[in-house]
């Protein structure tokens, strides 16, 4: 498919696709971007529109598969957030100086390619997409390599809070 073949689908086609992403978020930013990554994605690979039904049907399929992914994302990224995030922030105030150097402890633990992808999400708030995209690896990676962060994440609470708890060399009293 040639890029003005595209152009022409953009044309005829770029409205429904805004349409029905706006249908299914919400959110008038949410569905121009969508439009614009669906289009972005057919200029990079043509080949994954095969003409096996109309260009109406293929863009239809392909803008509700990638609004329910985003949808999921979100739902996700809230879930790790309230579980693995916030718990953090209760605990440490995060303005502090304390809180800099526990974040940046973390992250300097990390492995570079789990440190980007932890910076990426959780302060950029980029989509498992748009970090695969930076990393060059798969939706999936991304979501394993954050799964390893919250691992991670979870063993320094649980060590912190031990010996935050555990009973000081010093004693008090007669």
């Not at 708030?125 to 995209?133: F, P, S, V, W």
């Not at 390893?148 to 009293?173: H, M, W, Y």
Request: glycine share 4%.
């Amino acid at each position: 498919m040639a890029a003005t073949d595209i152009a022409a689908l953009y044309r005829a086609y770029g409205h429904s696709v805004q349409r029905r992403a706006r249908q299914i978020l919400g959110s008038d930013d949410e569905a121009d971007e969508v439009l614009q990554e669906i289009f972005v994605r057919l200029v990079a690979r043509p080949d994954q529109f095969a003409q096996r039904s109309s260009p109406a049907t293929f863009l239809y399929t392909v803008t509700t598969h990638a609004c329910l992914t985003r949808l999921r994302d979100r739902r996700n990224r809230q879930r790790l957030l309230d579980e693995e995030v916030r718990p953090w922030l209760s605990d440490v105030d995060p303005r502090s100086a304390q809180a800099a150097v526990v974040v940046r402890g973390v992250l300097a633990a990390l492995p570079d390619e789990q440190a980007r992808a932890a910076v990426y999400y959780f302060l950029d708030g980029m989509t498992h997409a748009e970090i695969a995209e930076l990393l060059g690896c798969s939706r999936r990676h991304v979501g394993d390599l954050l799964q390893r962060v919250a691992d991670r994440l979870a063993l320094q609470k649980e060590a912190s809070s031990n010996a935050a708890g555990s009973p000081s060399s010093e004693t008090i009293g007669p």
